[in-house]
């Protein structure tokens, strides 16, 4: 069984040392505000990741540790997230474009998603840690992997769109994986998702159309 103990702040090196503090600084900052304390750690888990990817720290990181709570609550199942960025800055005495900035580059370095509601409004998702894209992953590969064998077996063909409208509906009403309210939005995510395991798969359409053709 693994266990964890508090590690010795001496024995650790002058860099983690800085790391260690400014994550300890960047929650207290985050604790004077009236904000959900249950985005905090994921907030300062956020903020660690970049400065272990980064290697530097930013000029201002409190503007980083404000975009990075704006991120993090704002995840589909956050909907309908609509405060406004106006009005979210004004609790941080941020200006909106030092958020658009921070915001931009989390987005470009950690590669999330981003989609907008019907009223233009923005949700964050992690390619690789957000749980209900793995399922919704998951699942687009078992569909494919099923509608695949059929084709190479029976020569049953595949449409795309067919086989993405089923997948949307499946996600959203039966497994419920993602809010029915972004039901449009999850539609181009699927599409996306659906190419990318076709080109994986060009290999079974080569042998199909080489031994059953």
């Known amino acids: 069984m693994l266990e964890l103990y508090p590690t010795n702040y001496e024995i650790l090196n002058t860099k983690d040392r800085i790391t260690v503090d400014l994550i300890k600084d960047g929650e207290e900052f985050l604790r004077q505000f009236d904000i959900n304390q249950d985005f905090i750690l994921d907030t300062v888990s956020l903020i660690y990741r970049y400065l272990r990817i980064k290697g530097k720290i930013p000029h201002n990181l409190y503007k980083f540790y404000i975009a990075a709570y704006y991120i ?68 687009v590969k078992s569909k494919i992997e099923a509608a695949m064998m059929k084709f190479l077996l029976y020569n049953k063909p595949i449409n795309s769109q067919i086989l993405t409208e089923e997948l949307v509906s499946d996600i959203v009403f039966e497994h419920k ?37």
């Open 72 to 139: 993090v609550t704002r995840h589909p199942f956050a909907f309908p997230a609509h405060e406004s960025k106006k009005d979210f800055c004004k609790k941080f005495n941020l200006q909106i474009s030092s958020l658009e900035y921070c915001v931009d580059r989390f987005v470009s370095i950690f590669g999330y998603i981003k989609i907008l509601d019907d009223m233009n409004f923005p949700y964050f998702i992690d390619p690789e840690r957000d749980l209900s894209l793995e399922i919704i992953k998951n699942i």
């Open 177 to 213: 994986a993602f809010p029915e309210e972004l039901f449009r939005q999850l539609y181009d995510i699927i599409s996306i998702l659906i190419e990318e395991e076709f080109t994986d798969h060009n290999e079974y359409v080569m042998l199909q159309q080489k031994y059953f053709i």
